[in-house]
């Protein structure tokens, strides 16, 4: 076969290249997996406004104004952020759409980087908007393109639902050019766009329309294709992956793929089931198409057979059509893993979280964390984070605990950790909500870790980060900002101090009242900090392993040559420099590459973090 | 052709998802069909990172069924070792033996399991090296991933040239050199086994 015009491409950066050939002009998201790359591809693109903006609901507003501006829009999140973008969401998709929109959401069956398995396939229905699934790269292309077309012809949002398996996965796909469109203009019209009441009332009913011409679109569109295999009984109704998957299998069975899941025609299903003995739908997650098809008083079967929960790979769909009575045999294998050390992800070499949970661990506090790399302070051997729920959630969740300490006779102190990037994000109101009905006696320290950056889906930039790189323009300070809110204990620290940061975090969480402490280090990776490397003296080394228990992945304890027990090590290769075992380690085994300190007279060997790489929090130490 | 499975197994930070597109765009310019899967996300500090590579005439599913596996690319030997599963009498391991702890053994509380490891080498046909020494003393430790390529690239009916041109065009300018001479250092290495 000729490949000469094909290249391969994952699925985020196909929904890129479809958004580019649809000749999209705005593009917003902000930052989450699986669909972090989608913007970060669409930044390539010189002709588009791209942003990575403060949050999803943000995001989608600024998508809305593209649209209403008349231009082709989109906005980008991960299947929670949707979340935070229901509400203007849930409102503007009443409107007819001018400029062509679409909302991309990023499901995450099986959960591999998310804190919930939501199907957002029934939000598409509920926000009325026509639903498409990509399978693969080449349909993340098309379906973009589609969905554009689709929702200025019938004037409606439309939603493209991708799964983290399609972001991620390569496959092949042929490029297309772009095509100009012609923007729309905006004109003043209250009826459309003034979204009260009574204006609102006819607009259920266009809704309703919307979907039902969506439905006849359907019947016949190449958006869904019917491969029917001579003398089979059984028709496959499913879409996306799980068609590819399926397809292993090479059975007798027809398949219905479903590229706009949302809405289905009902001609079509009518239709297929008059000439088909069964209809068996596959799809991950809720009973969506099977529903939709049960609602049109068709027969249909599905989650009785195929798991509510995580992927549906090659052998899931062979056991359950198994269970079915489709097949009798099974070629495939069920996978049984083998059992092996567990690797949970942890905190990188240099990574300035580690001394701050190292220290929240010695000092005994409960601590209710959030969302961000600081998320790994629940693992072993810090375990230093007793909830975590969603975006910005520490702030209500630490007052309300306090709150209800305090009605039950109970004084806690509460420490709350949090992002600079999930501050900006979901942070902000819940700090000023903080004022309200203050009481001298909750203790509440909120600590701030501005590492300059989202660090865990790849190091996006935050509101705070033009003011260390010139690469980025948003200078917001956060001390300022939590001072002019009326917040008077507003503090900052250099973390990789480990005894002054000690100090003052003990401090802070052992008096009443209300305290900002902000961690001011920047994150490791996305700066690159790599400082002169640390060695261990195994003849000094007690074993003690205060080191260990920072769990940095250079360190581990070592067999030496001619020591019997074992002592502690620095993997050179992997060390960043950061200089926090040294100061754990009491007895100054530990010491930067190139010192080697008389260990004979005591004191002398003390490693002093001054002499070495001393931050200086003025914000002048821009690239 | 029978389609051609490639599982690869590391650590976040590896560099495994540049290397899996690094296959991916050898396998399309060698005119095949190609899928391929990786997941990152939470895993990606220093957690288990995966790949599947799968090439052939006409590939459907990216994922690699049990017992279907020809190849292991195992940019850590635990990680290598996490795949067995997959894994048929005539699969090859293809790893980095430079072991990287992950926590529980970091903190002694489960070992290292370099002796099951070594076990679950012997009984494939086994390819072994401390790469990233060997990356080290060419030039870069980062290259680590590239003499791997270069030992696997033996076994796949992509030629050196498909391989070395793409990896020209996916690796940073600066460290275009260091990559073909690890390329060519991991081809020649097991010449003589193979």
């Given amino acids: ?623 | 052709m029978e389609t051609i499975n490639i599982m690869l197994g590391g650590v976040g930070g590896q560099g495994l998802v540049l290397t899996t597109d690094v296959i991916c765009k050898a396998a399309l310019k060698a005119g095949y069909d190609v899928k391929s899967n990786d997941v990152i996300g939470l895993a990606q500090r220093g957690g288990m990172v995966w790949g599947s590579v799968r090439i052939g005439e006409k590939v459907h599913s990216p994922n690699i069924p049990v017992g279907k596996a020809d190849i292991i690319l195992g940019l850590e030997p635990l990680e290598a070792q996490r795949w067995e599963h997959l894994l048929n009498e005539n699969s090859k391991i293809i790893a980095n033996t430079k072991e990287i702890y992950p926590t529980q053994s970091l903190l002694e509380k489960q070992d290292y399991p370099s002796e099951e490891i070594a076990k679950f080498y012997e009984r494939y046909d086994h390819y072994l090296s401390d790469f990233s020494a060997d990356a080290k003393k060419l030039g870069n430790r980062k290259a680590a991933n590239t003499v791997l390529l270069g030992v696997m690239a033996q076994f796949l009916p992509i030629s050196t040239e498909i391989w070395k041109e793409t990896l020209r065009e996916n690796v940073p300018e600066k460290a275009i050199d260091v990559n073909m001479k690890a390329f060519d250092y991991g081809y020649e290495s097991f010449k003589d086994k193979s």
């Fill in chain 1, 1 to 623: 076969m000729s490949n000469q015009e094909k290249m391969v491409l994952t699925g985020n950066q196909g929904i890129a290249r479809g958004f580019y050939e649809a000749g999209g002009l705005l593009a917003a998201s902000y930052p989450g997996s699986p669909t972090v790359e989608i913007l970060d591809s669409i930044k390539e693109y010189e002709e588009v406004y791209s942003e990575f903006s403060t949050s999803e609901k943000v995001a989608l507003e600024v998508a809305i104004g593209g649209s209403f501006a008349g231009v082709r829009s989109m906005a980008s999140m991960k299947h929670v952020g949707v979340n935070i973008a229901a509400d203007p969401l849930m409102t503007f998709t009443q409107t007819k759409t001018n400029g062509g929109f679409v909302l991309l959401s990023g499901d995450d069956p099986g959960m591999a980087s998310s804190q919930n398995e939501q199907d957002n396939r029934i939000f598409g229905k509920f926000a009325n908007m026509g639903i498409l699934a990509p399978g693969d790269s080449q349909d993340a292309i098309d379906y973009t393109k589609a969905a554009f077309d689709i929702s200025e012809k019938y004037h409606l949002p439309m939603m493209v639902n991708i799964t983290s398996r399609v972001c991620h996965s390569r496959t092949p796909v042929v490029l297309g050019e772009r095509k100009e469109v012609e923007p729309r203009v905006f004109e003043k019209d209250v009826q459309r766009y003034c979204m009260i009441p009574p204006h609102t009332n006819p607009l259920q009913h266009s809704m309703k329309d919307r979907i039902d011409k969506l439905k006849e679109f359907a019947y016949d569109s190449e958006l869904n294709t019917l491969e029917e295999r001579e003398g089979a009984d059984t028709l496959v109704v499913t879409s996306a992956l799980v068609y590819h998957n399926l397809k292993e299998l090479e059975l007798d069975v027809s398949i219905y793929k479903l590229g706009m899941i949302y809405p289905i025609s009902p001609k079509k299903l009518q239709e297929l089931s008059e000439k088909y003995q069964r209809i068996i739908v596959i799809e991950e997650l809720m009973p969506m198409i099977e529903t939709e098809i049960k609602m049109m008083g068709i027969e249909c079967e599905g989650k009785k057979y195929f798991s509510f929960t995580g992927e549906l790979h090659t052998e899931d769909i062979e056991r359950g059509l198994k269970k079915a009575g489709v097949i009798t045999d099974r070629n495939t294998t069920d996978a049984e893993p083998v059992e092996s050390v567990k690797r949970t992800p942890l905190f990188c070499a240099g990574c300035p979280h580690r001394p701050i949970f190292d220290i929240l661990k010695k000092i005994r506090k409960r601590v209710i964390g959030d969302i961000g790399c600081y998320s790994m302070a629940m693992f072993e051997p810090f375990q230093a984070s007793d909830s975590i729920i969603s975006m910005g959630a520490t702030v209500g969740i630490t007052k309300g605990m306090t709150k209800a300490n305090a009605l039950v006779g109970k004084s806690e102190p509460l420490v709350s950790v949090i992002g600079d990037g999930t501050m900006f994000h979901s942070g902000l109101p819940g700090f000023v909500n903080l004022l309200h009905q203050r009481n001298e006696n909750d203790n509440m320290t909120f600590i701030i870790l501005d590492n300059r950056t989202t660090a865990m889906t790849g190091g996006q930039a935050t509101a705070a980060s033009g003011n260390y790189t010139s690469a980025d323009d948003m200078k917001v300070d956060i001390k300022t900002i939590i001072q002019a809110m009326g917040h008077e204990n507003v503090q900052e620290v250099d973390q990789f101090d480990y005894e002054a940061t000690k100090k003052v975090l003990t401090e802070e969480t052992n008096k009443p009242g209300i305290s900002f402490v902000i961690a001011k280090r920047p994150c490791a990776l996305k700066f690159k900090i790599q400082e002169n490397t640390f060695y261990v003296n195994p003849n000094v080394c007690i074993g003690c392993r205060n080191c260990i228990k920072t769990n940095c992945p250079p360190i581990r304890m070592k067999k030496y040559h001619n020591i019997d027990k074992l002592k502690s090590s620095i993997d050179p290769d992997m060390c960043a420099g950061c200089s926090v075992c040294a100061q754990v380690c009491p007895v100054d085994a530990i010491q930067p590459k190139g010192q080697h300190p008389d260990h004979s007279k005591k004191g002398s060997a003390k490693y002093k973090r001054q002499e070495y790489q001393k931050m200086n929090l003025n914000n002048d130490d821009k690239e």
